[in-house]
């Protein structure tokens, strides 16, 4: 396969370290700080996790002499949706791991946690992962959605460890991995197996993330290249004069990626899921707002703009929750069923009937369209795919029906011409930024310290991230320490909880301050391609989201 000359560059780039993790690791201490408590449910979780609940901090200074550390044998998995840098976890994983003691080896499961339960393991060389050094993808393994979360399922996983004799298993993932692997730590430690579990936090979302964990990996590149994009077609919004661009942004739940994207750019307007959560507002308060805007500009001459739509919206839309949640529980009841039906109009006729009389009532006003995406399979969690619902046309189509509406009575006289993007695949496998390949390696070498300290049920940590890597501080924190109980299938479950966007904090409230100026005003902010080569503060800088929750 050719390479291109960036490729070339990149295999050479030599990713930030934290100094305390500079030399090899058996240099270094491991620090237990008191016993730590979850922040709501602690007796629930004190009773799931009674082997592992409460577990210390883990920080790491440098040792006065060096120890040795046994040859250590570690399996490694991706799980979920690609993110920008998991190549490097592996690699620094691997590196760290060689330079603790160069017997240790590295296993790398085939196709997400599926390859735990089937046994499909690879071993990763140096000489082998060498061309994956911060690269994009996690196309070294590759990854996959399969859960590791049934009784049965963390047996097969224990006897596949024993067998392999594995040390530990890393399982880079987000809130769902992170959650199965507090769960298979807990269930070895049951089962007196020495398999260590550590996780990695991934995920391009963000929305795993907490006091200790300040930003997944991948968001940083991801919304890199979504703005560089979104600022190119605002530039072209502005040369042309003639279109309404409306760019739906991935993020399944949380709406972190478009606002850090909106920060970035300055587009004309955002919606942001959880605002729309908390105020109630109804897909008429939106499309009226948007309606309001498209005449204001275009009465100032501007006929374009730029809109941006997060992924998850449609199901923070309040009527739309409560059918899509409706929906979700009669498709999971009566799967087989629904498998007979093969016309759409044979599945909407009789999903009509089944849902309650406000449900229906909401379902039957989506275009034909809409009401097919929302039918379409299920992801493994039984909900919606909503990377596949068009809600980008959806607002489009009602903003045009709506306009058309007052031109027929004289009310708008200008033009509305929309194109519609999806971004989200554009950005999940481009070349870690610099950030995102040092904070990954420091991952993967993080994971191998607390992993060579014998400590099981932790996540990864690196605190500090705002600030240049020399001041980072990485650590090892109990994954019990971000649980909760909530309902899942009618049943109380130990869960990560999801960090949606806070209304309060300052990224959100620096946007609102602005967003009525950019709604009327042509603002952009063209934020260009990541730059992997130059000078820090354009290389090295992190998001505008990190940088303002730490100036706060
Ligand atoms: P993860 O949470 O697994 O990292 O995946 C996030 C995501 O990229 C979402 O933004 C998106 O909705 C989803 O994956 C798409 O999933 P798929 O890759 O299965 O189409």
């Known amino acids: 396969m050719e390479r291109s000359p960036l490729q070339n560059a990149r295999y050479s780039y030599e990713p930030k370290l934290p100094p305390v993790l500079r030399d090899t690791l058996t240099n270094i201490t491991v620090q237990l700080g008191e016993p730590t408590e979850a922040t709501s449910d602690q ?8 082997l592992t609940y409460g577990a210390p901090i883990a920080s790491f200074t440098p040792a006065d002499s060096t120890r040795d550390i046994k040859p250590l044998k570690v399996g490694v998995v991706l799980s979920g949706g690609q993110a920008p840098g ?26 997400g946690p599926g390859g735990i339960l089937e046994n499909q393991v690879i071993e990763l060389t140096p000489k082998f992962v060498e061309e994956y050094r911060n690269t994009g993808g996690f196309d070294m ?18 006897q596949v460890c024993t067998k392999r004799e594995l040390d530990a298993v890393v399982i880079i993932g987000g809130d769902d991995s992170n959650t199965n692997a507090a769960l298979l730590a807990e269930y070895f430690r049951s089962k007196d197996a020495d398999v260590r579990v550590i ?6 979302d ?3 993330k907490n006091e200790y964990i300040e930003t997944s990996f991948g968001f940083d590149t991801a919304t890199k290249t979504y703005a560089e994009l979104i600022g190119n077609i605002a530039r072209d919004a502005s040369s042309a004069r003639k279109y309404w661009h409306f760019i739906k942004l991935m993020g399944r739940s949380a709406s972190h990626i478009a606002l850090e994207c909106a920060l970035q750019t300055h587009p004309n307007g955002c919606i942001i899921s959880e605002e729309v959560a908390e105020k109630q507002q109804t897909l008429d308060d939106l499309v009226d707002r948007i309606v ?31 059918m899509i949640s409706e929906l979700n529980r009669i498709l999971a009841h009566d799967a087989a069923y629904f498998q007979t039906l093969h016309t759409y109009e044979d599945q909407s006729e009789w999903i009509n009937r089944k849902l309650s009389r406000d449900a229906s009532h909401v379902f039957s006003s989506l275009p034909n369209e809409i009401q097919r995406q929302l039918l379409m399979d299920r992801d493994p969690h039984g909900n919606v795919q909503v990377s596949r619902i068009e809600t980008e046309k959806l607002l489009i189509d009602m903003v045009e029906s709506r306009l058309n509406e007052m031109k027929a009575t ?5 033009k509305f011409s929309a194109m519609r993007h999806f971004f989200g695949y554009e950005g999940r496998c481009a070349f870690p930024s610099n950030f995102d390949a040092d904070y990954c390696y420091t991952l993967g070498y993080t994971a191998c310290a607390l992993i060579a300290n014998g400590l099981t049920g932790y996540v990864t940590s690196v605190q500090n991230l705002a600030r240049p890597a020399q001041e980072w501080e990485p650590a090892g924190v109990p994954l019990t320490m971000f649980m909760n109980l909530e309902q899942r299938a009618g049943q109380l479950k130990p869960v990560i909880r999801k960090a949606l966007v ?18 009327v005003k042509t603002s952009y902010r063209f934020p260009g391609a990541i730059q992997y080569y130059g000078p820090p503060e354009v290389c090295d800088k992190p998001t505008l989201t990190l940088e303002m929750e730490h100036s706060s």
Do not use: C
Request: proline share 4%; hydrophobic share 35%; charged share 25%.
């Open 86 to 111: 998991g190549h490097n976890v592996i690699v620094g994983l691997l590196d760290a791991l060689k330079s603790a003691n160069s017997e240790s080896r590295l296993y790398g499961f085939l196709g």
């Open 199 to 204: 996780g990695v936090p991934k995920t391009i």
């Open 410 to 414: 004289g009310r708008f006289n200008g």
């Open 141 to 158: 393994i590759g990854s996959g959605r399969t859960k590791i979360e049934t009784e049965e399922q963390f047996d097969t996983s224990l």
């Open 206 to 208: 963000r929305d795993l």
């Open 502 to 519: 806070e209304l309060s904090d300052t990224p959100f409230r620096t946007f609102a301050a602005h967003r009525a100026e950019w709604e």
């Open 292 to 322: 309001e805007q498209v005449v204001t500009r275009s009465k100032n001459g501007e006929d374009f703009g730029v809109f941006l739509v997060p992924e998850g919206l449609i199901e923070f839309i309040p009527e739309m929750k409560g």
């Open 43 to 50: 007796s629930g979780l004190k009773q799931a996790f009674p």
